[in-house]
């Protein structure tokens, strides 16, 4: 049989590998024909006494998109556009997206080396909608970029970026040489 110590060790453990809370075990009763100890006083009697929290706090997890459920379809793209898978373009290449729906729990579109990236019309989601880093330079056109994480954009290195009459939800985040050139008609959500 295991120790009850090794058992919380072992069952905290397994919670936090699921992405769970940890309860902790309540506290140990007095043996019987004992009284348990009487509560300490406050000093200020305005005040409760302190109690112990009973789960351990975990980060907040960022929202699914659309929905974790594998048994679920996913939703269908809004009309006019062509569901695609997220994609990743890297080295010296050319991509045009045009009318294209991409969802995806993670990055929508990574672009990174030299690559060339070109969206128009078109609807991208993704925890992070774009990362864009190295040489990487994207145009975007009357499209809609959402971050459900919080991100649209995150540019690093010497990455561009130029949108015209596009709708961002999320914020964008440059570091190091990278730009953001707003040709006119975005807006931010």
């Known amino acids: 049989m295991m120790s009850p110590v090794r058992m919380v060790t072992v069952s905290m453990a ?17 043996p019987p024909g004992t009284q348990p100890p009487p509560p300490q006083p406050n000093a200020d009697a305005t005040t409760p006494a302190p109690t112990e929290p009973t789960t351990e706090p975990t980060a ?10 594998p048994d679920t379809p996913p939703p269908q793209p809004p009309t006019g556009l062509t569901a695609t898978d997220p994609v990743d373009c890297s080295g010296a ?3 045009t ?11 929508a579109i ?7 990236i070109t969206i128009k019309d078109s609807h991208i989601v993704g ?25 649209a ?17 999320g914020k964008m985040k440059s570091h190091g040489a990278a ?6 008609g975005n807006s931010w959500k």
Do not use: Y
């Open 127 to 151: 925890n992070l909608a774009i990362d864009a880093h190295g040489a990487a330079n994207l145009t975007i056109t009357n499209s809609v970029i959402e971050g459900k994480g919080g991100m």
């Open 93 to 95: 290449n050319t991509r």
């Open 14 to 30: 397994m919670a936090v590998m699921l992405g769970g809370c940890v309860v902790r075990p309540a506290p140990a009763s007095p």
């Open 110 to 116: 990574d672009v990174h080396g030299a690559c060339k």
């Open 97 to 107: 997206l045009e009318r294209v729906h991409i969802v995806s729990t993670g990055t």
């Open 153 to 169: 954009i995150d540019l690093h290195g010497s990455a561009r970026v130029t949108a015209t009459g596009t709708r961002f939800v």
């Open 60 to 69: 907040p997890t960022p929202p699914a998109v659309p929905d974790a459920n």
């Open 179 to 184: 730009s953001f050139g707003d040709q006119g």
